[in-house]
């Protein structure tokens, strides 16, 4: 199974990216899928999540009202749009399931 996330990039501080997270070799249906950020210096740490089932999201409470995690069943994907972004917003960003981690990628916002 692989984990491939992708959509990171040098962005100005209140602009808006998309990330995705698609896997290979399985299917998300029946977990929850997450998505995890990890500044420099910094732990690891958790920014939101769906249930793949339910659609049931959650948050970290700095990203609340910004960011959105979406799925697209079809596509076996999980988005995670991220608008007004901030430099400390700044991190490799992970997706996660089943206690798989892929590969991140790099966000970086300018002030």
């Known amino acids: 199974v692989q984990l491939q996330a992708s959509g990171g990039g040098l962005v100005q501080a209140g602009t808006s990216l998309r990330l995705s997270c698609a896997t290979s070799?399985?299917?998300?249906?029946?977990?929850?899928v997450g998505w995890f950020r990890q500044a420099p210096g910094k732990e690891r740490e958790f920014v939101a999540a769906?249930?793949?089932?339910?659609?049931?999201?959650s948050y970290e409470d700095s990203v609340k009202g910004r960011f959105t995690i979406s799925k697209d069943n079809a596509k076996n994907t999980v988005y995670l749009q991220m608008n007004s972004l901030k430099p400390e917003d700044t991190a490799v960003y992970y997706c996660?399931?089943?206690?798989?981690y892929g590969q991140g990628t790099l966000v970086t916002v300018s002030s």
């Open positions: 996660a399931f089943n206690d798989i």
């Open positions: 070799g399985d299917t998300f249906r029946g977990y929850t």
């Open positions: 769906i249930r793949w089932n339910s659609g049931t999201t």
